[in-house]
């Protein structure tokens, strides 16, 4: 079973005419070995207003795609509808 804890970092985003969200750090943490040793790694989540989730709910369930940009300071975050299996 993996635990997600809070770890001290967040950024506070400005998304442009939208609303401000929060890139959220935290730490998975699972046991292998009979539980005798401990595996962690650090997990990024972002929140979606709840203005925006009539835009959204219609994707939950399905596999998406995800493209990530970065350009003179704007992250932008394209996600598209997958009909294919993963690919990278």
């Known amino acids: 079973m993996s635990t997600w804890s809070e770890v001290g970092t967040t950024v506070n985003l400005s998304v442009e005419g939208c609303s401000v969200v929060k890139l959220q750090v935290g ?6 070995l009979n539980k005798k040793r401990l595996y962690e ?4 989540s972002l929140n979606v207003p709840r203005r925006f989730h ?6 939950l369930g ?3 795609q995800m493209r990530v940009s970065a350009k003179e300071g704007v992250i932008t975050i394209t996600l598209n509808v997958s009909n294919d299996a993963f690919q990278p």
């Open 54 to 59: 009539k835009i959204v709910e219609p994707l």
């Open 41 to 44: 790694y650090k997990r990024v």
């Open 27 to 32: 730490t998975v943490r699972k046991r292998y």
């Open 62 to 64: 399905k596999q998406l």
